[in-house]
């Protein structure tokens, strides 16, 4: 099961910052946060993890309070293309090693 | 271009039928993996492997056979498919640690 919750959905104006909040309360210290998206009819994109730092790419920011229980993923200026079904992820690196997807945040951008 | 490509990416055949989905990435990855999507728009991971080795089999029903003849190939083979089947299947790939996965476009089986 996934070990996170999400908003079922959202929306954001296109031009805004969009903030899609995590929990993951139950996080382990050798846990990573990752983020994913899914738009419409196609596979699965990486986004963006973190362990305990912020972190920034030239897609979005994460995030990540102090004690870890929670994180925010922020796309900086929406657009119409950021529409998708955010997924919010906790995962450890071990053997067998797997992505666990949950309900995820279905993201809708208003033009 | 670099990136993990499935065939066929539409698949519609009868129940009963054995068929094959192919899978191949060439970026370098040494992990591969199978997701499924039904029709609720759950992502459930089904198998992985590294190097060649099974790594992750998820309580999925043996009529499913994975098979990776090398790293940079993984397909998935199906026989005596069911209505249930229906989905839409994807192929990922990573390098073994903290990597984001990179997916494919998807087959969407129809089993009819």
């Known amino acids: 099961d996934a070990k996170t919750t999400q908003p079922t959905s959202m929306d954001c104006a296109e031009g805004r910052a969009a903030n899609l909040p995590c929990n993951h309360s139950t996080i382990s210290g050798n846990e990573y946060v990752y983020w994913y998206r899914q738009i419409h009819s196609q596979g699965p994109q990486y986004i963006i993890h973190g362990l305990k730092n912020n972190e920034t790419n030239e897609m979005a920011s994460l995030i990540i309070t102090e004690d870890r229980k929670s994180s925010t993923l922020i796309l900086p200026h929406a657009t119409l293309r950021d529409t998708a079904v955010y997924y919010c992820i906790v995962r450890a690196l071990n053997r067998d090693d797997k992505i666990i997807f949950g309900k995820g945040t279905r993201l809708h951008i208003l033009p | 271009d670099t990136a993990v490509s499935q065939t066929p990416k539409y698949l519609v055949t009868q129940m009963g039928n054995d068929k094959s989905i192919k899978c191949e990435q060439n970026l370098g990855h040494d992990t591969m993996y199978w997701y499924k999507q039904d029709s609720k728009k759950f992502l459930k991971i089904m198998f992985s492997y590294n190097n060649k080795e099974l790594i992750i089999n998820e309580t999925v029903p043996n009529r499913f056979s994975p098979k990776s003849p090398d790293k940079a190939h993984l397909n998935l083979h199906i026989n005596s498919l069911e209505l249930g089947d229906s989905a839409v299947y994807f192929c990922?790939?990573?390098?073994?640690?903290?990597?984001?996965?990179?997916f494919g476009s998807g087959t969407r089986l129809t089993v009819v």
């Open positions: 990922a790939s990573s390098r073994r640690g903290f990597y984001g996965y990179t």
